[in-house]
T-cell receptor, first 111, second 110 residues
Framework: AQSVSQHNHHVILSEAASLELGCNYS??????LFWYVQYPGQHLQLLLK??????LVKGIKGFEAEFIKSKFSFNLRKPSVQWSDTAEYFC?????????FGAGTTVTVRA | NAGVTQTPKFQVLKTGQSMTLQCAQD?????MYWYRQDPGMGLRLIYY???????DKGEVPNGYNVSRLNKREFSLRLESAAPSQTSVYFC?????????FGSGTRLTVV
């Protein structure tokens, strides 16, 4: 069965700084990976997903993620964050046809 | 607008009370899910329904029951609420790897 680990519980950075959030998954065959964002008081929104093909995936709001099979990783990046990127970010993997989530990383962007 | 609709949005229960959380989707998705979200634990799967007429336990099913009423609706029932069930509950539906989440139900059990 797949499981997901997110390394950072809380990240604090200033506007215009670069962001990278780590995500590792356990091996279990074909990999379908996701990053979701949850803004304060709102529900989950899909940032990007990887099913196959180009391992560098572009998402919404300037986010991207790179699937590195040899490292079992799917890290999320954004070159320059904005105050509005303050949110909780979840990595997820399809596990036996069900979506399993990491514990989440809270990102706080200071103006 | 197409999507997943959850009711109610907020609920306070006393320990031992029962209630049902409702979820409906209008995207003709086969699969539906109930998750609970707790601080520092991400979203954990309670129950899911791969298709109409089937339901299965997820990671944390104890204290809950579900009903897949038809293809559109998937309800979650707490028979005897406990403080440990204080959480935010999300319903989701999926088809072909695409998942859509509802806006959540914030449940407090006192």
């Amino acid at each position: 069965a797949q499981s997901v680990s997110q390394h950072n519980h809380h990240v604090i950075l200033s506007e215009a700084a670069s962001l990278e959030l780590g995500c590792n998954y356990s091996y279990g065959g074909t990999v379908n990976l996701f990053w979701y964002v949850q803004y304060p008081g709102q529900h989950l929104q899909l940032l990007l997903k990887y099913f196959s093909g180009d391992p560098l995936v572009k998402g919404i709001k300037g986010f991207e993620a790179e699937f590195i099979k040899s490292k079992f990783s799917f890290n999320l990046r954004k070159p320059s964050v904005q105050w509005s990127d303050t949110a909780e970010y979840f990595c997820a993997v399809i596990n036996d046809y069900k979506l399993s989530f990491g514990a989440g990383t809270t990102v706080t962007v200071r103006a | 607008n197409a999507g997943v609709t959850q009711t109610p949005k907020f609920q306070v229960l006393k320990t031992g009370q029962s209630m049902t959380l409702q979820c409906a989707q209008d995207m003709n998705h086969n699969s539906m899910y109930w998750y609970r979200q707790d601080p520092g634990m991400g979203l954990r799967l309670i129950y899911y329904s791969a298709s109409e007429g089937t339901t299965d336990k997820g990671e944390v099913p104890n204290g809950y029951n579900v009903s897949r009423l038809n293809k559109r609706e998937f309800s979650l029932r707490l028979e005897s609420a406990a403080p440990s069930q204080t959480s935010v509950y999300f319903c989701a539906s999926s088809e072909g790897g695409g998942y859509t989440f509802g806006s959540g139900t914030r449940l407090t059990v006192v």
